[in-house]
C-alpha cells in the first residue's frame, strides 16, 4: 500500500443521497453489486454478479463519485487509481503495481478497484504499442479474468471513461457491464445548485433555483459545481482589501441571484 501510496485516490465516504439524479444507474447497482458484496454467499454459481462494470459518458458526470458510494455501499474498501500517476511514475514498471493492486484488493476483499480514465490505459492502439503496454494490459486482463472465474473473490473492477470506442476490444468485453452516466437533467441540477448553495447565507427563493436549473442545460454536475463556487465566493470578491483584513464570517453578505448571473457569465 505505500508502494502504491500516490497513485492512489482518497477514498472519502461517498453517501448515495450525495449523488442527484442517476436513479436508474443506481437501482441498477444496488441489484448487481452492492448486494452481492453485501451477502457473497446468495451469489454463487450462476447467480455471480459482473466483475467488470464499466461507467462511461461525458466528463463530470458523477462516475467517481459513484464508483466511491457503492464502496460505501457495499461496505468495500476502495482503491482509485490515476492512470496519469500511474504510468509516469512507474515507466515500464506498471504492470508490477497492476499485480501489487490486486494482490493488496484481495487481503483487503471486499474492494471495489476503480480506474478512472481506463481508456488511457488500456487504449486499442496498437500501432505505437511498447512492450510495456503490451504486458500491462496482459496482465490487467489475467486479473479481471481471475476476479470473473473466481467466487472466491470478492473484487469489482470500475472502469470510467469519456470515450468508451477507445478501448481495447478485450478489455471492454470483460467488462460485462455498462453503463452510461449521462448529463444531468433539470432536477438533477437544481438538487446540486440546492446542496451546496445551504451550506452559506443566500436571498435566493424557490424560483430562482429553478430558473438556475434551466439555465444552466447542459452544464455536467461538476460544472454546475463551479457555477456554485464560483458564486459563493462573490461576498468576499466585493470586499476590500482592509476590509477583508477584519471581516467576519458572519458579517458577509448574503449570496444573490445576481451573484449567480455573474457567474453564468464566467463558467
Ligand atoms: P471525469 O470523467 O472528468 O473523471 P466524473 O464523471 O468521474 O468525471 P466526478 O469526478 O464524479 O465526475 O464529478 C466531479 C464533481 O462534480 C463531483 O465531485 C461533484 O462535485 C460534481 N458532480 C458531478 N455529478 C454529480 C451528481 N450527479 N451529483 C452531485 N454532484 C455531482
Not at 487481503?107 to 504486458?135: C, M, W, Y
Not at 453578505?253 to 455573474?262: G, L
Amino acid at each position: 500500500e505505500q508502494i502504491m501510496g500516490e497513485s492512489l485516490q482518497n477514498s472519502k465516504n461517498v453517501a448515495w443521497e450525495d449523488i442527484a439524479g442517476l436513479e436508474s444507474a443506481k437501482t441498477a447497482f444496488m441489484e448487481a453489486i452492492i448486494l452481492p458484496l453485501r451477502r457473497p454467499d446468495l451469489f454463487t454459481g450462476v447467480r455471480s454478479p459482473p466483475r467488470g462494470v464499466l461507467l462511461f459518458g461525458p466528463p463530470g458526470t458523477g462516475k467517481t463519485l459513484i464508483a466511491k458510494s457503492i464502496a460505501s455501499q457495499a461496505k468495500a474498501k476502495f482503491f482509485g487509481i490515476k492512470p496519469s500517476t500511474l504510468t509516469s511514475k512507474w515507466v515500464g514498471e506498471a504492470e508490477k503495481l497492476v499485480k501489487t493492486l490486486f494482490a493488496v484488493a484481495i487481503v483487503h476483499q471486499p474492494a471495489i478497484i476503480f480506474i478512472d480514465e481506463v481508456d488511457s490505459l488500456l487504449s486499442k492502439r496498437s500501432g505505437n504499442e511498447n512492450e510495456s503496454t503490451l504486458r500491462l494490459k496482459n496482465e490487467f486482463l489475467i486479473h479481471l479474468d481471475g476476479a470473473a472465474t473466481n467466487d472466491e473473490q470478492q473484487i469489482l473492477v470500475i472502469g470510467a471513461t469519456n470515450r468508451p470506442q477507445e478501448l481495447d476490444e478485450a478489455v471492454r468485453r470483460r467488462f460485462v457491464r455498462r453503463l452510461y452516466v449521462p448529463l444531468p437533467t433539470k432536477e438533477a441540477r437544481q438538487q446540486i445548485i440546492e446542496k451546496i448553495i445551504a451550506q452559506v447565507t443566500h436571498s435566493l427563493s424557490s424560483a430562482e433555483f429553478s430558473e438556475l436549473a434551466s439555465l444552466t442545460d447542459g452544464y455536467s454536475g461538476a460544472d454546475v459545481d463551479s457555477l456554485c463556487r464560483y458564486a459563493l465566493r462573490a461576498p468576499l470578491r466585493s470586499l476590500s482589501l482592509a476590509q477583508m483584513e477584519t471581516v467576519q464570517l458572519h458579517e458577509l453578505p448574503a449570496v444573490t441571484m445576481e451573484d449567480f448571473k455573474q457567474s453564468l457569465k464566467v463558467i
